[in-house]
């Protein structure tokens, strides 16, 4: 420090310009001017720093603001655009929206003639009616041949016994009339001789011609039982014959019943058959209603309807007809630096500022994108590379609106915004 520093009371001549220097005969005045000066450097190191206080807290404030929220204006509207397909081949008949048109959920846009669909309809009705008269038929033969099998089965094994009962029977019916044959031609032989000896004792004249004429009667009586037990043995043969054939019958019967439960298959098999080939006409007549109903087209959501078809054209399945823009479900996609996400969160509060109309939108964090905008692109970048550069890259962050921010839809998709998160 100079000497003129240290001591300003000294080399006053240096230091206070000539025109506030005064005679030396004018000792008070001179005193004055040397004591003034002092004061105003004081003045002036105060208002400098007053100066610097000011600015310091000045910055402290302004770096707590700035460091209290990122933003950016690599930021613009996003939303899930709904395209309307035909999910059925056919004429458009009418359209019932314009393009940049409001429409609310459900409300039925386009229509596809539905004659074709009508007709198809009716010919699946008239099939499954004729399906279902033929599996109940099926299904009342069912009971039917089960009752007819186990009868039968009943019947015939009581007729099987029965014939066989008879049979016996007969056979002993004949037995005894065979024997009573034998008995009567026994009988017969012996009055035959009877006859002989008497008739030769006649003609000695040794016995009555009574005896002989009773011995006679009675060859003769013996020959009609001979035929009488002859014809009884005829009929009892005849009674086994036919007992025989009744069993026979019988049997066959039997064997018919015990072929029924095969049949009974066989009839519910059909009936089975009958039933699933109604429920195949049934869903074919299910399919016709969905077609008839997929003529009409409706909104999945809310918005605005863009890129319309005209009526005339033939459209083919999967083939759009039109979109829904809802924009009451926009977000901003804001691509941050990612320097700038070390204190950013989910559920943060945000705001967005529209460059078409300047008005500010009440928002908040609502994802972070897992990896960086062109890890996703269709060649994302390779950096093992010896002439590796490092870029700062940018991580997309969904920015969701506040319930009701865009009730007037001024935020559209492809708008450009500029993006503010609050990290505090």
Known sequence: MSTAEQNPVMNTSQAIPPEQSAPADNGGSADQSISAYPRRRSHKRWIILTALVVLAVGGAFLWRYLSGFESTDDAQVDVHLYPVSARVP??????????????????????????????????????????????????????????????????????????????????????????????????????????????????????????????????????????????????????VVEARSRLTEAEARYEDAQAGPQRVGSTRAKALSATADVNQKRAAVEQAQLNLGYTKIFAPVAGEITKKVVVGLNVDPGEQLLTVTPLDQVWVTANFKETQLKHMRVGQKATIELDSNGRTYHAHVDSIAGGTGPIYSLLPPENATGNYVKIVQRVPVKIVLEPGENRDHQLRPGESVEAKVYLR
């Open 90 to 239: 056919g004429y458009i008949q009418k359209v019932n929206v314009d393009d940049n048109q409001w429409v609310d959920q459900g409300s039925t846009l386009v229509e596809i003639d539905p004659k074709d669909y009508e007709v198809a309809l009716a010919r699946a009705q008239a099939t499954l009616d004729t399906s279902e008269a033929a599996a109940k038929s099926s299904n009342i033969d069912v009971p039917i041949s089960s009752v007819d099998t186990s009868s039968q089965l009943k019947f015939t094994s009581s007729d099987i016994k029965n014939a066989e009962a008879a049979i016996q029977a007969a056979e002993k019916q004949a037995a005894a009339a065979h024997a009573r044959v034998l008995e009567a031609q026994a009988e017969n032989v012996k009055a035959q001789d009877d006859v002989a000896r008497y008739h030769s004792l006649l003609a000695k004249e040794e016995v009555p011609k009574q005896v002989y004429d009773h011995a006679y009667a009675a060859a003769a009586t013996d020959v009609a039982a001979i035929a009488a037990a002859e014809a009884d043995e005829a009929a009892a043969q005849q009674a």
